[in-house]
């Protein structure tokens, strides 16, 4: 078990190792262990290893001059400058935000990045301004369409985070697909198998097998197969794509940059690096700001109130299982598996930073 201080601070600093700035690196260590604290372990400081080797091979800017290459009042488009997800993710959204306070939404879309981390971490900033907040990105393509046996959409989660005026914010973070990968890499440290309707082999046959992706496999669409809605999963995902990539410039579908640096760029970019999507809305340009915080206790309230099914497991709302992560892993510490401890400790002992 670690503590947030201690997962957050080491994180830091091997980002300052690699050449960020002091505050670059703050931002990205925010959001790296921010899912960490909310339980989201697959999108925190286990990835730190991914992001290092990237930067090894080239794929990472430490110094990155990120900029509005296009613009309207409400709308902006951001070159990444290959930077850090983490980095740039923060950054257009609070250009999203600052333009909603002048005109009453913004829009922004980016390109030339890396993965960002949790969706949710950059929808949630605008919370603090009591405004709405959407954030999407497109990923590597692990992901077979309905009825395809190639991988061409990534998990391209969707965030949205509402504010209210007394009850917890709604806070929706998922993917568009039935897992994200991560939980993958989770279940393969932990040795176990993945449950049916999360992988298809490379045949497109349903498997348990946890590396079922590595060997050619795919991840499924949100629904697992067409009896249960995948195509509405594989549509939901091909949104983001097209929102975070074709309207930015970014690469999409099969052309996106994989995550794992021992995997080459296609020698054939669409586009340039990831690509990501955010809004801000101020619900004052709708109506009155307290008549829809009221509201949405009331919304937030009553389906809270919904007869639940077992009267052990109440009936909860987007957010509430993170938030219960969040407390008690302030608490009591951070769980960390004994397979991303080694990683931490190599990645430490290379660039003389303790854990």
């Known amino acids: 078990m670690y503590s947030y201080e201690q997962l957050h601070t080491f994180a830091k600093k091997i980002f300052i190792a690699i050449g960020h700035t002091e505050e670059l690196a703050a931002s990205a260590a925010d959001v790296l262990i921010s899912a960490d ?8 400081i286990a990835r730190l290893k991914g992001y290092v080797r990237l930067w090894e091979v080239d794929r990472i800017n430490a110094k990155p001059n990120i900029q509005i290459v296009h613009e309207t009042p409400s709308t902006a488009t951001i070159d990444a400058d290959a930077a850090l997800g983490l980095v740039a993710g923060p950054r257009a ?15 922004v879309s980016v390109k030339n990045s890396n ?5 949710g971490f950059h929808s ?4 603090e301004e009591d405004m709405i907040g959407i954030s999407l990105t497109n990923a590597s393509p692990l992901v077979a369409p309905t009825f395809g046996k190639e991988r061409m959409l990534g998990t391209n989660p969707i965030s949205v985070a509402i504010p209210t005026l007394n009850e917890t914010p709604f806070i929706a973070d998922m993917a568009t697909t039935t897992a ?43 629904g697992g197969d067409r009896e249960h809605a995948s195509h509405k999963g594989y549509i939901l995902g091909s949104i983001v794509d097209i929102f975070s990539a074709v309207l930015s410039g970014a690469n999409y579908g099969p052309w996106v940059p994989p995550f794992v640096s ?36 009331q919304w ?49 002992a290379k660039f003389g930073v303790k854990l």
């Open 93 to 107: 959204m609070q250009v999203a935000i600052d333009k909603a306070k002048q005109v009453g939404t913004g829009w």
């Open 37 to 44: 604290i909310r339980g989201v372990d697959s999108h925190g």
């Open 115 to 119: 993965h960002y981390g949790i969706a």
């Open 124 to 127: 949630m900033m605008a919370l």
């Open 180 to 222: 994200a990968n991560g939980k993958l890499e989770v279940l393969q440290r932990k040795k176990e198998d993945a449950p049916l309707g999360w992988i298809q082999d490379g045949d497109g046959t349903p498997t348990s097998n946890a590396h079922g992706v590595k060997e050619g496999g795919a991840l499924l669409p949100l």
């Open 262 to 297: 021992f995997i080459d760029p296609v020698a054939d970019p669409v586009g340039e690096g990831l690509g990501h999507f955010f809004g801000a809305m101020r619900v004052d340009a709708f109506r009155p700001k307290e008549e829809f915080l009221r509201h949405m206790d």
């Open 300 to 348: 937030v309230a009553r389906f809270r109130q919904t007869t639940p099914i077992d009267p052990n497991v109440p009936v909860q709302i987007p957010g509430d299982y993170e938030r219960g992560m969040e407390a008690e892993r302030l608490k009591n510490g951070i769980p960390v598996l004994d397979a991303v401890i080694a990683d931490l400790n190599e990645l430490g």
